[in-house]
């Protein structure tokens, strides 16, 4: 349960949890076998959230068609193919077509780099490393993000 505390003193809020599950989502509909941590995450933080942040409504049980949806996506993904970017860019997407503040996304990836240096380390920053340049990366996106959905 210590990865949930210090994921929630990260996703402090409605706006910022959205920004987190939309980047686990991301992994999950990307199918990134290699992030095994984090679609055990999104089981357990609940397919309540999943279904409210990725279209407002209950997922249907088609998966295969919602994998082909975000596999279309993917094609206009604007940089070479990198998981953690990936999942980034299409959180910020997920964030903006459920109606959340994209702008919410680099503070919370913000507040992880912070807890970070505090040397308070939750599982999921070991494979979350924040960076300047995911935030500088995110900050670049929204108004992409903004444009062309
Ligand atoms: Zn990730």
């Known amino acids: 349960m210590a990865v949930y505390s210090g994921i ?3 996703a402090n809020n409605e706006q910022s949890l959205a920004a987190l599950m939309g980047h686990e989502i991301a992994h999950a509909v990307a199918r990134h076998g290699s992030e095994r941590a984090s679609q055990e995450l999104i089981l357990d933080l609940g397919t309540m959230a999943v279904e409210k942040l990725l279209i407002g409504r209950p997922l249907s049980d088609d998966s295969r068609k919602l994998y082909n949806y975000f596999t279309t996506l993917g094609v206009m993904l604007p940089f070479s193919r990198n998981h953690e ?9 997920f964030m903006h077509f459920a109606g959340y503040d994209m702008n919410e996304a680099y503070k919370m990836w913000d507040r992880m780099d912070k807890l970070n240096s505090n040397n308070r380390t939750p599982e999921f920053l070991s494979t979350h490393p924040s960076s300047r340049t995911r935030i500088e990366n995110i900050k ?10």
């Open 85 to 93: 970017s990936e999942a980034d860019y299409l959180g910020l997407v």
């Open 140 to 149: 670049k996106w929204i108004p992409l993000v903004k444009q062309n959905y």
């Open 8 to 10: 929630l003193d990260i």
